[in-house]
T-cell receptor, first 116, second 114 residues
Framework: DTGVSQDPRHKITKRGQNVTFRCDPI?????LYWYRQTLGQGPEFLTY????????KSRLLSDRFSAERPKGSFSTLEIQRTEQGDSAMYLC??????????????FGPGTRLTVT | AQSVAQPEDQVNVAEGNPLTVKCTYS??????LFWYVQYPNRGLQFLLK??????LVKGSYGFEAEFNKSQTSFHLKKPSALVSDSALYFC????????????FGQGTTLQVKP
């Protein structure tokens, strides 16, 4: 399968614990995005990278959230001191951007986080 | 504030009938517009996009969408619905300017009955 993959698919953690999610984009894609989706809502943008540079962060991305893409390939999203409000589906997407324009984003299956 | 609205939580249509899923947006400038579909336990799948040019855009699985700048709408259509089209549909907008983010609507559940 050459699509976007995410690991783990499900994560249950206790409030206050740290969690880390991994995303592997489509191999030739230079952009990688993170979104959060809660039940009954559309995905909300968190952040995106072009290669290893983090170019944009949403106000939703509090200080407890950090994302990295150290070599411009896979990315990790870490949530520190998790809260129950962090329970959501975390989606990763990637795209190939070769200039300015509208590049469709290809989504992974998501990581479902439950904070108890 | 920039936003996307999908005014219907659910659309019901009989198989073989035409379907429309509505989307309106409030974004400055000339945005790029997208439709995605989400099947149960699967990731979002890209259907089609509008960048510029012809207001009627054709996409995957026989879907098309009509862009209307004056009404700031981008409605998804299909001439003849299939039961297998039943899924959750999201409209999304990429604002103009130096951004990579997509702004999504809340989604519309399409139910096609045999």
């Amino acid at each position: 399968d050459t699509g976007v993959s995410q690991d783990p698919r499900h994560k249950i953690t206790k409030r206050g614990q740290n969690v880390t999610f991994r995303c592997d984009p489509i191999s030739e894609h230079n952009r990688l995005y993170w979104y959060r989706q809660t039940l009954g809502q559309g995905p909300e943008f968190l952040t995106y990278f072009q290669n290893e540079a983090q170019l944009e962060k949403s106000r939703l991305l509090s200080d407890r959230f950090s994302a990295e893409r150290p070599k411009g390939s896979f990315s990790t999203l870490e949530i520190q001191r998790t809260e129950q409000g962090d329970s959501a589906m975390y989606l990763c997407a990637s795209s190939l951007a070769t200039g300015t324009g509208a590049y469709e984003q290809y989504f992974g299956p998501g990581t479902r986080l439950t904070v108890t | 504030a920039q936003s996307v609205a999908q005014p219907e939580d659910q659309v019901n249509v009989a198989e073989g009938n035409p379907l429309t899923v509505k989307c309106t947006y409030s974004v400055s400038g000339n945005p790029y517009l997208f439709w995605y579909v989400q099947y149960p336990n699967r990731g979002l799948q890209f259907l089609l996009k509008y960048i510029t040019g012809d207001n009627l855009v054709k996409g995957s699985y026989g879907f098309e969408a009509e862009f209307n700048k004056s009404q700031t709408s981008f409605h998804l259509k299909k001439p003849s619905a299939l039961v297998s089209d039943s899924a959750l549909y999201f409209c999304a907008v990429r604002p103009s300017g130096n951004t990579g983010k997509l702004i999504f609507g809340q989604g519309t559940t399409l139910q096609v009955k045999p």
